[in-house]
């Protein structure tokens, strides 16, 4: 098995992707009414022209984005997936994400070298497996870190070397 060259540069790199995307969502809500309907969104339909015109509205009946016109797909499936990828969802995903970053953060092992202080000096693999030394430091990033890393792989800035 190839063993990909990492560092603390995927790490820092995948936390600002991360934090990012939860900017991007929370400046997505127009309100800054308490309740979590200005930034829960559902997708909608009304009769047009040419058939059903989708739209995407939030808790509050406002039009988020009043028409759904992709030029090579289906409406109502953009007009979803728009709607399922609302702020507060996406702040839930982030903060969930960002969370997993600070429970797997490298520690001085036992031996000297480099771990993960959440999954230790098996780095996440299966019991019965050998643990993959990533380098001289040890076992760092863990499995976990360069799964959730992998799910940013196709945004500015990702190296192959990162592949798990």
């Given amino acids: 098995m190839l063993v ?5 540069e995927m790490t ?6 991360v934090e990012a995307d939860k900017t ?8 800054t009414d308490p309740d979590a309907a200005a930034a829960t969104w559902t997708a909608g339909s009304r009769a ?20 759904v ?5 289906d409406d109502k499936a953009v007009a979803a997936h728009i709607a399922i990828h609302d ?3 996406v702040i839930a ?9 600070d429970l797997h953060e ?26 993959v030394i990533r380098d001289d430091d040890g076992f760092w990033p863990c499995a976990t870190v360069l799964v959730l890393a992998s799910g940013y792989r196709h945004r500015d800035g990702w190296q192959e070397s990162w592949s798990a």
Avoid: F, M
């Fill in 48 to 67: 047009g022209q040419w058939g059903p015109d989708w739209y995407v509205i939030d808790g509050h009946d406002e039009g988020v984005v009043p028409s």
């Fill in 106 to 131: 490298p520690i001085e092992g036992v031996g000297g070298g480099i771990e993960c202080e959440a999954c230790g000096p098996n780095n996440g693999s299966p019991p019965g497996t050998i643990a």
């Fill in 4 to 8: 990909p060259e990492v560092s603390d």
């Fill in 69 to 73: 016109r992709p030029q090579a797909a």
């Fill in 24 to 31: 991007a969502a929370e400046l997505a809500i127009w309100s």
């Fill in 12 to 17: 820092a790199w995948l936390r600002v992707q």
């Fill in 87 to 89: 702020p507060r969802d």
């Fill in 93 to 101: 995903d982030c903060d969930a994400k960002l969370r997993l970053l």
